[in-house]
């Protein structure tokens, strides 16, 4: 099997499945903390520090972030989820080390220019201001309130514009120190790539997230409901969850299957019926822990046009 795993000193985990017949690789760091993560007056902050992370370190500005990776036709992206924050790029073989390099530096050394700070606040309200306009990414936040009240798993990923608004780079670094340990890390990659050399490069460029993991987040209970938003609208929106089970559990594999087959007669069924009554919806698998994923492109888009990864 291509599969390796190495375990580094300061905790952090290295794995690659290496694939010599190709000539690109996928890679990236995971870190085990999102939006369940944070207290209750940083609601919204784990996405934050994931756009803050491309906008300038001590070494690049944000234009030379993107450009190092797309001169040399890469890709460079990121997204927030309620359990953790992904980092990845895609390149050729031999820019495996540069792609690295950028991982890291934009991890270990995040200026968060109060300037820039401010235009990602923008751009975050005006995203969280599309997800109220677009019913089917908020039926999901929705069922997130519903079947966790009053818990950070139950909170949306984006936060509000307040709360947004009111962070600053010391709460940033704050976070960042805080969550982002090398126990609570994985540098993972696929494709044309060496096991020994993305070790050796980990060891050396991750070196600075020592330390004992972070604090565990609080348990979450699932609690259920309903909720009912009426909208001058020509769909319906429907999103259900059941209690599932935990991520560990040996049946979650059986309920995984019985979720993809269920889910696969939807579009037949919907498509008959919305043909006729303009009426669709939208099922979600049934999971302890819904997960919605929010998320950035180191690209450089249009300021007005927030991006999203989905």
Known sequence: M???????????????????HLESASLGVWVGAGSRDERPDEHGISHLLEHMAFKGTKRRTARQIAETIEAVGGDLNAATSVESTGYFARVLKADVSLALDVLSDILSEPTFDPEELKREQNV?????????????DLVFDRLQEIAFPGQPVGRSILGTPETVRSFTPARLRSYLARNYRGPDMIVAAAGAVSHQQVVAEAEARFASFAGSAGPQPEAATFSGGTR???????????????????VKDASLHSLQVFTACSAAACPRVFSRRSAKTAVS??????????TVTRGCSASMPEPTRPTRRN
Do not use: K
Request: with cysteine; net charge negative.
């Open 281 to 290: 919806a939208t099922r979600s698998a049934p999971s302890t822990c819904p």
């Open 124 to 136: 975050i309200v005006q995203e969280i201001g599309a997800t109220e306009d677009a019913p089917d």
């Open 2 to 20: 291509s599969v390796e795993v190495t375990r580094l000193s300061s905790g952090l985990a290295v794995i690659t499945d290496s694939m010599p």
């Open 228 to 246: 009912v938003e009426t909208r001058d609208l020509e769909q319906v929106h429907i999103a259900m969850a059941l209690h599932g089970v935990p």
